[in-house]
């Protein structure tokens, strides 16, 4: 009888410690592992840039006047035409012409205005034909659209980053950019806005028009050489004074790595004393909360 007792109690025992084992068993099947995506550490250069709001003018303009006092008496062009050298613009008939209209006296006094440069009619003074000018008056501008300059009131502290001769990118929109290059810098500092004017010589084949407003990147630092990883792969705290990445090792294994921040864009961080090399692979997604050694399923 006693022993029948013990075979009973170790069969119970055993009963016991089977089901605790393939309860713990299921349960650590039903921990949930996070998915996530990785990509690679890579080296190489990234530079620091800094963007302004620059405009076009055109650098040359000729102010059209009127050599006499008379009439304007026939206008060949209107504003916003494209002229030549030479062009013949105005023709202005003098008092004594038109007094004198009708006898045989000619073309005396009756004066041609010809264009002095190629260029755009940017302003035009005279609505009409028929209008009176006065000796020295303004009939039109002619802008010489072929030395369009690219005008950037640099705030004073950078001026250290230009010089003449100084490259630069010029950008009109997301798939619009070329280059320019600092032309002339003004000796003169904005007394309010304690800025400088830069004119930069865009290099393009494109018809820039006057005013128009376009971003100018000027480079602040280069480095290269450098460990560069995915800016959604860096996590930060709430006050954003700690960066850091998560790595994967074993194929499995996400483990924390503390980051100091260098020059970052809007695709790449460069990342300063991290100790990574171009065989890691860090969380791309899904690393927001993980805590250090966290088990991840990879996918692609």
């Known amino acids: 009888m006693r022993n029948i007792s013990l075979i009973f109690s170790i069969c119970i025992i055993s009963f016991v410690l089977y089901s605790c084992s393939k309860k713990e068993a299921k349960e650590e099947e039903q921990t949930p592992v996070v998915t996530v995506k990785t990509s690679p550490v890579t080296f190489g250069g990234i530079d620091n840039k800094l963007s ?77 034909s028929g209008a009176y000018a006065v000796e020295g008056a303004s009939l039109c501008t002619i802008a010489e659209s072929n030395d369009v300059m690219v005008q950037l009131n640099l705030p004073f502290e950078f001026n250290s980053l230009v010089k003449k001769g100084t490259k630069c990118t010029l950008i009109l929109g997301e798939d619009t950019k070329f280059e320019g290059t600092v032309y002339q810098i003004l000796p003169t500092v904005d007394e309010a806005n304690q800025t400088q004017q830069i004119l930069i010589k865009p290099q393009t084949n494109k018809k820039l028009p006057e005013n128009l407003n376009l971003a100018v990147e000027i480079l602040k630092a280069r480095h290269s050489n450098s460990c560069l990883i995915p800016r959604n792969a860096v996590m930060t705290n709430e006050t954003q004074t700690d960066f850091w990445v998560m790595k994967v090792v074993n194929k499995n294994l996400a483990i924390k790595v503390p980051i100091t921040k260098g020059i970052e864009n809007d695709n790449v961080v460069e990342a300063l004393s991290s100790g990574l090399t171009n065989s890691d692979v860090v969380i791309s997604e899904g690393a927001y909360g993980l805590n250090d050694s966290t088990v991840v399923k990879v996918i692609k």
């Open 52 to 128: 302004f709001n620059g405009k076009t003018i055109y650098l040359k303009k000729n102010l059209v006047v009127s050599p006499i006092a008379g009439y304007i008496q026939k206008m060949f062009v209107k504003f916003g035409d494209t002229v030549k050298k030479g062009q013949l613009l105005f023709e202005i008939q003098t008092k004594e012409n038109k007094a004198l209209q009708g006898s045989n006296e000619g073309n005396v006094g009756i004066i041609h205005i010809f264009s002095p440069s190629n260029g755009v009619i940017s302003t035009l003074n005279i609505a009409a």
